[in-house]
């Protein structure tokens, strides 16, 4: 098994996330309190000029969790993604906090510096670069360190991938869909984030392929990371996380633990577009 430092990270980290999201996981009625949350998202607002997508989203994920949000086609979960990792300029207002760090106005590289990858939705690669040279950019931040980091970072995502190992010298683009996603989620790991955030991973993808991802994503959060993903399919989405938030309009209208919210028929309400 690999190690990487969010295990670490994730027993050191000071307890003062903060905001109230952060509030809303804190320990209650003589419960041993959760760890405390990786990343922190309160009261975002993003959108497109004058549109704004996301109103006040707020949402946590703490070490070694996976928490799913949900919502259909246009509700803002992309949109609310790419705000916390710094890549919209149009988010007006809210905090977002890594690891008890205010990240709200960082650049993006600086939040992947600070532990926080995005995996964008469909599997966005560099097609004419080889694997291997795709998976060295996602070491962008680190490029100065020397070979042997790189070298313990690869073997990683190897482990995780080993079909990325077999083809690391062929061009990205030649590969299958299923595995320019492993791919970019390689590239993802290759910054070792705490946090990682992936947009619909699994779309347009075989059933085994998604098996796969999936069970990568579940020795993630085994070894500590924090795992936020953004998933059409509702079943996967909630088999896979400890706790959901399901997205509507722009904003979060129902969030609980993912084996309730399997029962509870207003998620598919909403979904469906049928809720009042
Ligand atoms: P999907 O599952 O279809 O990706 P989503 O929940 O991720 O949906 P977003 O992609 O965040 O939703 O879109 C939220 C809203 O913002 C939608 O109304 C969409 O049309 C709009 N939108 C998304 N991207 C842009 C853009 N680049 N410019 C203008 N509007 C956009």
Same mark, same amino acid.
């Given at each position: ?15 003062d996330?903060? &905001? ?5 996981i ?24 004058? %549109? +704004? /997508?996301v ?6 994920? #703490? ?6 949000v /949900? ?9 609310t993604?790419?705000a916390? *990792? ?8 809210g ?9 709200s ?7 992947? #510096? ?10 966005? $690669? !560099? ?9 060295? %950019?996602?070491? !962008? ?19 995780? !991938?080993?079909?990325?190992a077999? !083809? ?8 299958? &869909?299923?595995? +320019?996603? %492993?791919?970019?989620?390689?590239q993802?790991? %290759? ?8 947009d619909?991973?699994?779309s347009?993808?075989?059933?085994? /392929? $998604?098996?796969? $991802? ?8 085994? #070894? ?22 399901v ?11 993912? *084996? ?7 998620v ?9």
């Amino acid at each position: 098994m690999f190690s990487n430092r969010n295990g670490s990270v994730a027993r050191g980290r000071p307890s003062d996330a903060g &905001g109230g999201a952060a509030n809303a996981i804190a320990g209650r009625g003589g419960q041993p309190a959760p760890p405390a949350p990786e990343l922190v998202v309160a009261d975002l607002c993003a959108g497109y000029g004058a %549109m +704004q /997508v996301v109103d006040r989203v707020g949402f946590t994920v #703490a070490a070694g969790e996976v928490v799913a949000v /949900v919502g259909r086609n246009g509700a803002g979960k992309t949109t609310t993604l790419a705000a916390v *990792a710094g890549l919209r300029r149009g988010r007006t207002c809210g905090q977002v906090r890594l690891g008890g760090t205010e990240v709200s106005s960082a650049p993006p590289e600086d939040i992947v #510096a600070r532990g926080l990858a995005l995996v964008p939705e469909g599997h966005r $690669i !560099f097609p004419d670069l080889t694997v291997l040279e795709n998976l060295r %950019m996602g070491m !962008f931040p680190w490029r100065r360190r020397g070979g042997a980091e790189l070298r313990g970072r690869l073997s990683w995502v190897y482990e995780l !991938f080993p079909v990325l190992a077999e !083809f690391a010298q062929r061009e990205a683009g030649r590969l299958s &869909g299923g595995q +320019q996603q %492993m791919v970019a989620i390689g590239q993802a790991l %290759m910054a070792q984030p705490r946090v990682l955030l992936l947009d619909e991973p699994t779309s347009g993808l075989a059933p085994a /392929v $998604i098996d796969d $991802i999936y069970d990568v994503i579940a020795q993630l959060s085994t #070894a500590g990371t924090a795992v936020v993903v953004v998933e059409q399919n509702l079943d996967r989405a909630l088999a896979a996380s400890s706790r959901a938030y399901v997205m509507d309009s722009g904003r979060i209208v129902l969030t609980g633990d993912s *084996a309730d919210l399997r029962d509870d028929h207003r998620v598919g309400a909403i979904i469906h577009g049928l809720a009042e």
